[in-house]
């Protein structure tokens, strides 16, 4: 079975700083790939997702993340953190599944603290 | 214009009652989820319909029970609460039940039982 890990519970990070957050996935080919963002009070919203073409993504809000294939990650960045980027951020993954239903499975969150 | 409202968005009860959270998604997608957030923000899938039809139980008490009227609509009724249902539910809708297609959920309804 697919899974994802986000090894990072929290990170913190001054205004102005720059951000990476960590996600890897555990599947043999490539699988769809998301990150979204879910700010306090508030479901979550897309960020980004990644298939297949320029491994670098572009998202709202300035965030982009790159897909590596030989580490098997997918990390989100921004060159510049504002306040309100404070919320949590959740990788997630896709694939067909080979038997049985097609569950999206996400990560267990990244809680993003910025200080200012 | 709200694409996936879900009421109430808070919800306090008693331990034994029987509470129900309504969804509904204008967007036209076929799939609707619910999944339960914990107090570790860990997102847990516990439904998911397809055009009406229930494609996804996960590992839920049976106290749990959702109803999907049309595929614009998925209700989760939850009889007999319990203290450990306390938690954030989110109803989400995506266009196909494919790898490919985005999540889009609801603002989320924050249960508590007391």
């Known amino acids: 079975a697919q899974s994802v890990t986000q090894p990072d519970i929290h990170i913190t990070v001054s205004e102005g700083a720059s951000l990476e957050l960590r996600c890897n996935y555990s599947y043999g080919a490539t699988p769809y790939l998301f990150w979204y963002v879910q700010s306090p009070g508030q479901g979550l919203q897309l960020l980004l997702k990644?298939?297949?073409?320029?491994?670098l993504v572009q998202g709202i809000k300035g965030f982009e993340a790159e897909f590596k294939r030989s580490q098997s990650s997918f990390n989100l960045r921004k060159p510049s953190v504002h306040w309100s980027d404070a919320a949590e951020y959740f990788c997630a993954v896709g694939i067909f599944p080979s038997g049985g239903s097609y569950i999206p499975t996400f990560g267990r969150g990244t809680s993003l603290i910025v200080h200012p | 214009d709200t694409a996936v409202s879900q009421t109430p968005k808070y919800l306090v009860t008693q331990m034994g009652n029987d509470k129900s959270i309504k969804c509904e998604q204008n967007l036209g997608h076929d799939t609707m989820y619910w999944y339960k957030q914990d107090s570790k923000k860990f997102l847990k899938i516990m439904f998911s319909?397809?055009?009406?039809?229930?494609?996804i139980n996960e590992t839920v008490p049976n106290r749990f029970s959702p109803k999907s009227p049309d595929k614009a609509h998925l209700n989760l009724h939850i009889n007999s609460l319990e203290l450990g249902d306390s938690a954030v539910y989110f109803c989400?809708?995506?266009?196909?039940?494919?790898?490919?297609?985005?999540?889009?959920f609801g603002e989320g309804s924050w249960l508590t039982v007391v």
């Open positions: 319909y397809n055009n009406k039809e229930l494609i």
């Open positions: 989400a809708s995506s266009p196909r039940r494919l790898p490919g297609n985005t999540i889009y």
């Open positions: 990644y298939f297949s073409g320029d491994t």
